[in-house]
């Protein structure tokens, strides 16, 4: 059985106002308000999950300029979330084979859970090998013997591409044997960035998996570094990482919650009780970030003897505020192993 080309749904496309029409086939310079310049990659992004990890990468590319949504096609079972990449200038498909077939890197981004599913139905989708690789393997003319196709091989692709996974927990080697099934070579990178990457503030580590390179690796720094930081790290720190800063978002938000709810129960509306607690933590994390100082330094700095923020700190201190966080960066870590184990 062979499959049809790729059946994607094209929508118009509609720059961000920090991009420019493409100039250079290969790659090309894109300015942003802030005279930045951006180079933007002459290639195909897909992503095979539609929800909110892969939306923010998205428009993060987008928004730096490195992506055109034209170069983008995202599959997903229904249109309730494929509607919002149509409205970002995005190609759509509710087939996953065709984001493999038509796409140079391509994102997993499903559920942990729904992967085994969701690769076993692509198995049954494979193609018959190509006749430039028949050919070649029956004239003895692969270039590289080990590497020859098995004429009972049935691949989605019989090119190698970049298969870079967002899925928390899921090993490298889980990636390696799935893959293997449907894709000739694939190259894997394991990753995990965050979901403030849409507003270019994310945080993101990825490890080299089998038969990527270092070209591959370069790749997916400057991607993810185009929307906030990131790191290369051995795969065992990836779970921590996932609990740490994957998480994270969700422990800050719901103690900027918390924040705005203390300043509404001390007198403030609450539209300015939660700006302001905003404002406070992102002030707060630059600080970090930028002064150089050590957060006990910076936490003394604000701290007076016999004063209003000292009294504050005992009584978070005695609720246990800091052994409550490292519990919930533990807890979502040691989740994430289970996800890999399922």
Request: hydrophobic share 40%.
């Amino acid at each position: 059985m062979s499959l049809s080309a790729p059946s994607v749904t094209p929508v118009p496309t509609h720059p961000l106002p920090m991009m420019t029409t493409p100039q250079n086939p290969k790659m090309e310079s894109s300015m942003s308000s802030s005279a930045t310049t951006v180079m933007r990659l002459d290639l195909k992004i897909g992503f095979i999950g539609g929800g909110q990890m892969a939306l923010a990468l998205a428009k993060g590319f987008m928004a730096s300029g490195m992506v055109a949504p034209s170069k983008v096609l995202t599959s997903a079972p229904s249109d309730n979330n494929l509607m919002l990449w149509r409205q970002l200038g995005a190609n759509t498909t509710h087939e996953n084979a065709d984001v493999i077939m038509g796409c140079d890197v391509i994102f997993l981004a499903t559920k942990p859970h729904i992967f085994p599913a969701m690769m076993a139905g692509l198995e049954i989708t494979g193609i018959e090998e190509d006749p430039k690789s028949k050919l070649q393997r029956e004239n003895g003319e692969a270039s590289n013997p080990d590497n020859i196709i098995s004429p009972n091989t049935r691949y989605i692709t019989t090119d190698s591409k970049l298969f870079v996974s967002v899925m928390a927990g899921v090993t490298i080697k889980s990636l390696t044997n799935a893959l293997s099934n449907i894709a000739f070579n694939p190259r894997v990178i394991r990753a995990h960035p965050n979901t403030p990457a849409m507003v270019g503030c994310g945080c993101a580590v990825y490890s080299l998996g089998e038969g990527a390179t270092s070209d591959d690796g370069d790749l997916i720094r400057n991607l993810f570094s185009s929307v906030g930081i990131c790191d290369q790290v051995p795969e065992y720190q990836q779970d921590a990482f996932t609990g740490m800063a994957g998480s994270g978002p969700a422990y800050i938000y719901t103690i900027i919650e918390a924040l705005s709810d203390g300043g509404v129960r001390m007198g403030l509306p609450r539209q300015m009780a939660s700006k302001f607690a905003a404002q406070m933590t992102m002030g707060a994390a630059k600080m970090a970030l930028e002064s150089g100082k050590h957060t006990g330094q910076l936490k003394d700095e604000v701290t007076s003897p016999a004063g209003t923020t000292i009294r504050g700190i005992q009584v978070l201190e005695r609720a246990g505020v800091r052994g409550a966080v490292m519990d919930a960066v533990q807890a979502s870590a040691e989740r994430a192993v289970e996800l890999g184990k399922n």
